[in-house]
């Protein structure tokens, strides 16, 4: 929604394991929120303090609201809930629209249909928040590999 709790936790958990893979120059990350609650601020400081707890650095990310060239310039835009993704169909253009997925559509160890707002929890929201996006994002991961796999293929066709 304001892009201060889940959507940069889940930018810098996957930022985290695209480096870890060395294909930080093939994969673009970004986060937006369906709101413009909180533009140009950093993320919630508890997402902070347990993003970093596991390795991961959200100092440099800022809010901000998605916008119509986001639809056009990436080729997956994933929601953290249905109301968001609701959201973000009513803003995306009909020949986009397959973009737009939930994030835990790629969770392979949990069993969820949405990554729950922490933002009026305690400790355990975050921390719940955390094991559902490192889920996700590793799942979404091997998924972008078997496309740029694909594309690679697809792209050298039967050159010796």
Same mark, same amino acid.
């Given at each position: 929604? !304001?892009?201060?709790?889940?959507?940069?936790? +889940?930018?810098?958990?996957? #930022?985290?394991?695209?480096?870890? %893979?060395? &294909?930080?120059?093939?994969?673009?990350?970004?986060?937006?929120?369906?709101?413009?609650?909180?533009?140009?601020?950093?993320?919630?400081?508890?997402?902070?303090?347990?993003?970093?707890?596991? !390795?991961?650095?959200?100092?440099?990310?800022? +809010?901000?609201?998605?916008? #119509?060239?986001?639809?056009?310039? %990436?080729? &997956?835009?994933?929601?953290?809930?249905?109301?968001?993704?609701?959201?973000?169909?009513?803003?995306?253009?009909?020949?986009?629209?397959?973009?737009?997925?939930?994030?835990?559509?790629?969770?392979?160890?949990?069993?969820?249909?949405?990554?729950?707002?922490?933002?009026?929890?305690?400790?355990?929201?975050?921390?719940?928040?955390?094991?559902?996006?490192?889920?996700?994002?590793?799942?979404?991961?091997?998924?972008?590999?078997?496309?740029?796999?694909?594309?690679?293929?697809?792209?050298?066709?039967?050159?010796?």
């Amino acid at each position: 929604m !304001g892009n201060i709790c889940r959507s940069p936790t +889940a930018h810098g958990v996957f #930022r985290h394991l695209v480096q870890q %893979h060395g &294909l930080e120059h093939r994969i673009n990350v970004d986060s937006a929120g369906t709101h413009n609650y909180h533009p140009g601020e950093p993320p919630d400081h508890r997402s902070q303090r347990h993003a970093k707890r596991r !390795g991961y650095d959200l100092s440099d990310l800022r +809010a901000r609201q998605i916008v #119509r060239d986001d639809f056009t310039r %990436h080729d &997956l835009l994933l929601a953290m809930d249905w109301d968001n993704l609701a959201l973000a169909e009513q803003g995306c253009p009909d020949e986009h629209r397959k973009k737009l997925r939930r994030l835990t559509e790629f969770c392979r160890r949990h069993d969820a249909s949405v990554i729950p707002d922490p933002y009026y929890g305690g400790h355990d929201g975050f921390e719940h928040v955390l094991n559902l996006v490192e889920d996700a994002c590793e799942g979404l991961l091997i998924h972008i590999r078997q496309r740029i796999e694909l594309r690679t293929t697809d792209f050298l066709g039967d050159r010796p």
